[in-house]
């Protein structure tokens, strides 16, 4: 299958401190999708970034798809308790199927 | 807000024996995914249906596992005879329908334990 890497794996931050997950392909992507999972939950979609350079933004959350359309990140600005989980990127080559990176975990320490 | 039924939420499970998990989708979502996700890692797709055929069970290890969604609507996801590298959380989602652009809701998942 697709190898979609992400880093990195785990992130302890201070809370108020920022944070950035990337995700990188070999291949260009169609689109690729972020989800985020709370410890015992299951994952819940964050957004989708379909363009070349696109930027999104959700409150304290910004998104970027790469103008290769090869990787993508995710950024967090001054982090709150509440943002702790994992956060997966979701890559589609074809349009059909979407491959999880491994994930990203984020501590956030009060 | 509607959600992914799936159970059960948890199921414990000597090896050898057969387990089968059960999922219901979003009402009207034609699309509709099984995963697995290894502690610690991504959810990895087994099966992926449209309305009630398989569009892709390429990485669904058919010597050992089965799903169908005969009517098109609800899942059953079965593992018989169960394996200790089994062990994982099982989650179905479903979509409105194939393709890019599709929000992919996710259940609860169900953890399977097999000793």
């Known amino acids: 299958g697709q190898q979609v890497m992400q880093i990195p794996q785990y992130q302890h931050v201070q809370e108020g401190e920022d944070f950035t997950t990337y995700c990188n392909s070999s291949t260009t992507l169609s689109n690729i999708q972020w989800y985020k999972q709370r410890p015992g939950g299951h994952p819940v979609f964050l957004i989708q970034l379909v363009k070349s350079g696109e930027v999104k933004k959700q409150k304290r959350l910004t998104f970027q798809f790469g103008e290769a359309k090869k990787n993508s990140s995710l950024h967090i600005t001054a982090t709150q308790t509440t943002d702790v989980g994992t956060y997966f990127c979701?890559?589609?080559?074809?349009?059909?199927?979407?491959?999880f990176g491994t994930g990203t975990s984020l501590t956030v320490i009060p | 807000e509607a959600e992914v039924a799936q159970s059960p939420r948890y199921k414990i499970t000597e090896k050898s024996q057969a387990v089968a998990f059960w999922c219901d989708p979003i009402?009207?979502?034609?699309?509709l995914y099984w995963y697995r996700q290894i502690l610690g890692q991504g959810p990895e797709l087994l099966v992926q249906?449209?309305?009630?055929?398989?569009?892709?069970d390429s990485q669904l290890p058919k010597d050992r596992f089965s799903a169908e969604r005969l009517k098109g609507v609800d899942s059953t996801l079965k593992i018989q005879p169960a394996e200790l590298g089994d062990s994982a959380m099982y989650l179905c989602?479903?979509?409105?329908?194939?393709?890019?652009?599709?929000?992919?809701?996710f259940g609860p998942g169900t953890r399977l334990l097999v000793l």
């Open positions: 009402s009207g979502h034609a699309t």
């Open positions: 979701a890559a589609d080559y074809t349009g059909n199927q979407f491959y």
């Open positions: 249906f449209q309305d009630e055929s398989v569009v892709d």
């Open positions: 989602a479903s979509s409105l329908s194939q393709g890019q652009r599709e929000t992919q809701y």
